[in-house]
């Protein structure tokens, strides 16, 4: 079994160290370092051991997972040059917008490395990752990352070209999932239900929705029926009724529209920040 050590101790570390450990990976194969006292923590939380130096982590790693912010990894790789040449592990990163290629260049020759793209429902089990191998990582390093990355969720190996769109789908999109709940419930305080129980009865609905459409793409056999979510929306609809109004209400407001201008906004931001 590998040993992982985590290189960033916040978010998105904590969901994936409890993710591990609750798949039965061994505490004392869970390694963390971080900058202040969030590795510590943690450690002291999931039983994971604290190495309060990177370098020493790195000598004791299989797979080192780099999660701390995008615009930290160029001084961190550098910091840990002769560390990662030595041990030669296999480096999953997470940061947001840098390639396997960029990745590569910080890193010392012919290092081995998968980027992934989690979200943050890897919290609660629920991430949507996406996978990448890098040019001279192998198979079996892109199934040791998958292996980490499905303890917290589902997972996609995907063409690294689509990270971008990626990243708008599913790194950032509960961002916008939370903006429609926090709407469609504010729409019902303004019809009189107090807030806690319209955010509550909206979360329901929306994970209904997600739910629906999940079981329908998963519904091929015979009696399925596979219906997409345009077929679902007709069937919500009917004819005349509540929700065709309310859908052309949203429609003259531009609210496909608005999706997709924040998804291409999204896209845009993420290919900026990789440049
Ligand atoms: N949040 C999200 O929804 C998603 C995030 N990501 C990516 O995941 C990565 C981590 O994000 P997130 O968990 O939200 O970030 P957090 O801010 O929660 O955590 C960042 C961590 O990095 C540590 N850190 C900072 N500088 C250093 C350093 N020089 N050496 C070692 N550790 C350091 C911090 O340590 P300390 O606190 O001790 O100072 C902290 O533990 C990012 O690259 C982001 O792009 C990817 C997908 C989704
Ligand atoms: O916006 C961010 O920094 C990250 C990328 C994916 C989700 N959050």
């Known amino acids: 079994m590998a040993v992982y050590g985590f290189i960033g101790a916040g978010n998105m570390a904590e969901a994936i160290v ?16 971080s900058a202040h006292d969030s590795a510590s923590r943690l450690a002291a939380a999931t039983g994971a051991r604290h190495v309060p130096a990177p370098a020493d982590l790195v000598a004791a790693s299989d797979v080192v997972v780099l999660a701390v912010k995008p615009h930290v990894v160029p001084e ?11 041990r030669r592990p296999l480096v999953l990163s997470i940061a ?7 990745l590569a260049q910080m890193l010392p020759p012919r290092a081995r490395v998968v980027r992934a793209m989690p979200n943050m429902a890897a919290a609660v089990g629920q991430s949507m990752t996406a996978l990448a191998a890098g040019a001279t990582a192998d198979a079996a390093d892109l199934e040791t990352a998958r ?18 769109a990626f990243t708008a789908l599913a790194g950032s999109s509960p ?15 303004a019809a009189g239900i107090p807030k806690a129980q319209a955010v509550q009865i909206v979360t329901q609905a929306v994970l209904g929705s997600a739910l629906t459409v999940q079981a329908e793409a998963a519904d091929t056999g015979d009696a399925g029926r ?4 345009a077929d679902l929306i007709d069937a919500v609809s009917s004819p005349g009724g509540t929700t065709v109004a309310g859908l052309v209400a949203l429609e003259r407001a531009g609210f496909s529209a608005a999706v997709v201008d924040g998804v291409q906004a999204t896209i845009a931001r993420d290919r900026a920040l990789g440049a």
């Open 226 to 229: 596979g219906r997409t979510p």
């Open 147 to 164: 292996a980490l990355m499905s303890t917290v969720g589902r997972t996609v190996v995907l063409a690294e070209k689509d990270f971008s």
């Open 96 to 102: 947001a917008g840098l390639s396997t290629e960029r």
């Open 175 to 189: 961002a916008f999932v939370f903006q429609f709940i926090e709407a469609l419930a504010r729409g019902g305080v």
């Open 18 to 33: 409890r993710g591990t450990i609750a798949a039965g990976t061994p505490t004392t194969d869970v390694l963390l370092t």
């Open 76 to 86: 961190v790789l550098e910091s840990l040059a002769d560390a990662l040449a030595a």
